[in-house]
């Protein structure tokens, strides 16, 4: 098993096999426990209705589980939302299913929901998943750098996506590893049983597209019109509403998330209602600029992008959804660490460019699963002929959100560049239009010019927007507008203030372990006050080098780790590229 749990006492398992899902609603279920519904295929609404009148009598508790498709986990939200609150939205890996025809992407994940009666934050052991090490170098998948004193010895804390377990969707015995992880997860007082519940009246098999519907755009014709390249600083709705219907090749939209980022020009702090009714309105005007045939692709967190998703499919036909793992370290017990990008085309979309764009490859193969990201690594592999490419599907997990500073300009949540290179080879050809009507300081854009598509951006903060126009003249003198930078920009991603840079006269890490020691002699996380009589180093250094006690204590709550796998951390190396 790929995961560990602290402190589990795993949940005993009982099938419970009905006939049809309104049978759910005649057992009454008087203890907490945790519920696996098991939902391969689709169902009609009045199953849903049953779901909901369950759930709504279940223990106060209880939580609820849904493994089922992307598509299906959408519809069922809302009726599970009426009783239950939501708290998970996490990707499970399946085998690969290729579509039917060649315009969507293979699909490789479901959905599992987990949805708790109570509503306080979700309650579950501490799971960690063991480290993965690259087959070329053997060292760790991820690069833990100088901070490997601050993880545990046996693997990182578990995230919303799984990856390190595969099902097979359509069988009991292949949804086990699911099943294995549940015990655990919720194997903590007051749960004792996971009723595993699964019914044999399904009526249909899902299909990729399940949200087929007659689009109101299907019959027009692509306008005629020549749209040169531009960036516009304005309102995206107004903006939009002067581009012609039926004009655009692709449309991307990374809209503030309403999660109160820090941006120059917009209050992401609204109410959901109201950010919901915008969001309908700007992506409506999307679904009418694009292109019939052509794909509109927005980025979200899962449970906002169901209410895309909802809105959506009255417009357009549901293409992929596709899971980017954005590749976080773990700051939490179960770390949000996936977006989904909802792909929508209007009317049956085209072949994707994806399978035809050969000579846009680099794009478009993705790291095979465990290989490094080190670069130096990276770089022995392609000059040792190292095949390390994998198959390109809808799961996303080679492409890391923006680390470090001096990769990123002035703006609080800027996109890496290698993801929209990626979406604009799967989606377009070279003088092709594309479209971001959020696009800060210029990510899509950029990629656009620099993969010779036309392309149109639509910015509201005159900040951002001068500077991607600047980091356009820099591309278009032929320099590299993602290039490293020295200078450590003022946006943040969180609301923890930034710490100024600053020369350490003791290294962070050694003050840490200086915490961890001063911990193992007390038997406990010191406090300040104990840093300051039993610590060797003056107090002030930790005021000035660390954002808050917790991070001073980083290395006393964990073991530390290796990036070696066990077996090797005595002998030497070994690697694919020994001789
Ligand atoms: C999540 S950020 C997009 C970042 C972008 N993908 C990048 O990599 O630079 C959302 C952007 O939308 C902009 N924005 C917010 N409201 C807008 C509106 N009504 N019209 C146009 N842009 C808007 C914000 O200023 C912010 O730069």
New binding site residues.
């Given amino acids: 098993m790929a995961h560990w749990s602290e402190n589990a006492f795993p949940l005993s398992v009982e099938l419970q096999s009905i006939d049809a899902v309104g049978q759910l609603c005649s057992v009454s279920y008087k203890e907490p426990a945790v519920f696996l519904l098991w939902l391969p295929n689709e169902l009609p609404l009045y199953d849903y209705d049953a779901i909901r009148e369950f759930s709504a009598a279940l223990h106060s508790e209880s939580i609820v589980c849904v493994l089922t498709t992307p598509a299906q986990a959408v519809r069922l939200l809302p009726y599970l939302e009426t009783t239950l609150k939501f708290q998970l939205w996490v990707a499970v890996k399946t085998p690969v299913v290729c579509p039917s025809s060649p315009t969507r992407l293979p699909s490789q994940h479901a959905a599992l929901l987990v949805l708790s009666r109570y509503r306080g934050s979700l309650k579950h052991t501490k799971t960690r998943i063991g480290y993965t090490y690259c087959p070329a170098c053997g060292r760790t998948t991820k690069d833990y750098g100088g901070k490997k004193h601050v993880y545990h010895e046996y693997g990182t804390l578990m995230s919303d996506v799984w990856r390190d377990i595969e099902i097979d969707f359509y069988s009991r015995s292949g949804i086990q590893p699911v099943v294995d992880r549940l015990r655990d997860l919720f194997g903590l007082s007051p749960y004792r049983r996971l009723y595993l519940i699964e019914t044999s009246d399904f009526p249909f098999v899902v299909s990729e597209a399940s949200a087929i519907h007659e689009t109101l755009f299907a019959d027009y014709l692509p306008a005629e019109v020549d749209l040169t390249s531009q960036l516009v600083q ?4 107004d903006s939009l509403r002067s581009l012609p219907d039926n004009s655009i090749d692709f449309c991307f939209a ?4 309403n999660l109160r980022k820090k ?4 209050n992401d702090d609204v109410d959901s209602r109201e950010y919901f009714e915008w969001c309908d309105q700007w992506l409506a005007e999307l679904a009418r600029v694009l292109k019939p045939g052509r794909t509109l692709a927005v980025l979200n967190i899962p449970l906002w992008a169901v209410r895309h998703f909802q809105f959506l499919q009255n417009r357009l036909q549901f293409q992929n959804w596709i899971v980017w793992d954005a590749l976080s370290f773990p700051v939490r017990m179960i770390m949000p660490a996936h977006y989904a990008i909802l792909c929508f085309s209007k009317g049956e979309p085209r072949t994707l460019p994806a399978y035809l764009n050969i000579q846009e490859s680099q794009f478009l193969e993705p790291l095979a699963e465990n290989f490094c990201l080190r670069p130096q690594c990276q770089l022995r592999r392609r000059l040792k002929g190292i095949h390390d490419r994998g198959a390109l599907t809808d799961l996303w997990y080679d492409i890391h959100r923006l680390k470090h500073n001096s990769r990123r300009v002035d ?1 609080p ?3 890496p560049p290698a993801l929209m290179h990626r979406l604009i080879a799967v989606f377009t050809y070279p003088g092709e239009v594309v479209l ?9 854009t950029l990629a656009a010019q620099q993969l010779g598509r036309q392309f149109i951006g ?4 005159e900040k ?1 927007h001068a500077i991607a126009l600047q980091r356009h003249q820099i591309l278009s003198a032929g320099g590299n507008p993602f290039a490293n930078r020295a200078e450590v920009p003022e946006a943040k991603n969180s609301p923890v203030p930034r710490l100024r840079k600053q020369k350490y006269l003791v290294s962070k890490k050694t003050l840490q372990l200086e915490v961890k020691r001063i911990a193992q002699l007390l038997g406990r996380l010191p406090t300040r006050e104990d840093v300051a009589q039993m610590g060797r180093f003056p107090i002030e250094l930790y005021d000035q080098y660390f954002i808050s006690w917790g991070e001073v204590c980083a290395a006393a709550r964990t073991t530390g780790m290796s990036e070696l796998p066990p077996t090797m951390q005595q002998n030497q190396q070994i690697s694919l590229f020994s001789e």
């Fill in positions: 304005g309102d995206c709705i990374d809209p503030p998330y941006y120059d020009h917009w703006h949540c800027q996109l971001d009507c959020f696009n800060g300081v210029g990510t899509t639509i910015e509201i903060s951002y």
